[in-house]
């Protein structure tokens, strides 16, 4: 039960990430068909984790585009506001993406004490710890400012 309640999690997480993507790039008048464009990618993703396959491919090709969009976003909205708080968010997905990076290679800090999975953990903990930053400080710029 842990391993598919951790793969929905993630994908809630993706569901999160395209919803955020089309907050930014859209605004708030058109959440609602991001919105519903998140949760049906999320219900498919979830039927394919409970009914058909639980490897990590398919998270990852759920995963991976909508962080890849909030990316995009993020950096575009920088460009656009030179807003530092963006930055943080850019710096949190790429942080992320390079502890994934190296899972995948198999890199460790140690082979027995502390392998290649407790280091992609220890990244992606600091990768979500900026990523929250930037996030936080965003909500209270965008209610005062946008």
Same mark, same amino acid.
Request: hydrophobic share 45%.
């Given at each position: 039960m842990l391993w598919p309640g951790t793969l929905l999690a993630i994908g809630i997480t993706a569901a999160t990430a395209w919803t955020l993507a089309g907050l930014l790039?859209?605004?708030? %008048?058109?959440?609602?068909g991001w919105i519903i464009f998140s949760v049906f990618l999320f219900l498919v993703y979830a039927g394919i984790v409970l009914f058909y396959s639980q490897s990590f491919i398919v998270v990852i090709l759920n995963y991976i585009p909508a962080m890849s969009a909030l990316l995009a976003v993020c950096v575009w909205r920088y460009r656009?506001?030179? %807003?530092?708080?963006?930055?943080?968010?850019?710096?949190?997905?790429?942080?992320?993406?390079a502890a994934a990076f190296i899972q995948q290679l198999g890199i460790s800090i140690h082979p027995i004490y502390f392998n290649h999975n407790?280091?992609?953990?220890l990244l992606q903990a600091l990768g979500l710890l900026v990523l929250f930053r930037?996030?936080?400080?965003?909500?209270?710029?965008e209610r005062v400012y946008l």
């Open positions: 790039l859209s605004g708030s %008048n058109k959440l609602k656009k506001i030179h %807003n530092k708080l963006f930055l943080l968010i850019i710096y949190g997905i790429l942080i992320s993406f407790s280091t992609y953990h930037g996030a936080k400080g965003l909500l209270t710029f």
